[in-house]
């Protein structure tokens, strides 16, 4: 399986993307006895467009488009499941069992995601209640999927 993390709005150099890279790097390192083949990062520039249903749009087309063809698609919002690492983990692994080639989670911009998005998604994930800048909620989900790698490979990193 690969994971692709498809989002709007550009990483910059600095403290987050070193964090970033270290968990992705750790994803990978661990996820290859599960299967895991590579984790892909696309990123979009924001939408300049003058309202906030305009720049969703625009921003949808983006994402959609990055996404692989067949691809199992997870889309960050706020009205998504709010799931103990432990369920996150056996969502994974499930997927993972049933041959999933490519898992994709799908961030939004300063706006969220459009409809066409939502309702496109097999998943809906929230990181919890609070509102994260893009550069943040990156970084969780890259430790949550490491986690998850590690639960599923019976790895100590996770104490429940």
Same mark, same amino acid.
């Given at each position: @399986? +690969?994971?692709? &993390?498809?989002? &709007?709005?550009?990483? +910059?150099?600095?403290?987050? %993307?070193?964090?970033?890279?270290?968990?992705?790097?750790?994803? *990978?390192? @661990?996820?290859?006895?599960?299967?895991?083949? !590579?984790?892909?990062?696309?990123?979009?520039?924001?939408?300049?467009?003058?309202?906030?249903?305009?720049? +969703?749009?625009?921003?949808? %087309?983006?994402?959609?488009?990055?996404?692989?063809?067949?691809?199992? @698609? *997870?889309?960050? !919002?706020?009205?998504?499941?709010?799931?103990?690492?432990?369920?996150?983990?056996?969502?994974?692994?499930?997927?993972?069992?049933?041959?999933? %080639?490519?898992?994709?989670?799908?961030?939004?911009?300063?706006?969220?995601?459009?409809?066409? &998005?939502?309702?496109?998604? %097999?998943?809906?994930?929230?990181?919890?209640?609070?509102?994260?800048?893009?550069?943040?909620?990156?970084?969780?989900?890259?430790?949550?999927?490491?986690?998850? @790698?590690?639960?599923?490979?019976?790895?100590?990193?996770?104490?429940?």
């Amino acid at each position: @399986m +690969k994971i692709h &993390i498809i989002a &709007i709005g550009r990483m +910059k150099a600095g403290p987050e %993307q070193e964090l970033l890279s270290r968990y992705i790097g750790r994803l *990978v390192n @661990m996820g290859h006895a599960r299967g895991l083949t !590579d984790v892909v990062m696309r990123e979009f520039a924001e939408s300049a467009g003058k309202d906030a249903a305009g720049r +969703k749009r625009k921003e949808a %087309q983006n994402l959609i488009a990055a996404l692989p063809k067949g691809a199992v @698609m *997870v889309a960050l !919002d706020e009205g998504g499941d709010s799931l103990p690492s432990w369920k996150f983990a056996t969502r994974i692994g499930r997927w993972a069992d049933q041959g999933i %080639q490519n898992l994709a989670f799908v961030l939004g911009g300063a706006d969220g995601l459009d409809r066409q &998005i939502l309702v496109k998604a %097999q998943s809906l994930l929230a990181l919890g209640p609070m509102t994260w800048p893009h550069q943040i909620a990156r970084i969780l989900l890259a430790e949550q999927l490491y986690r998850a @790698m590690a639960i599923l490979s019976g790895h100590p990193y996770h104490r429940s």
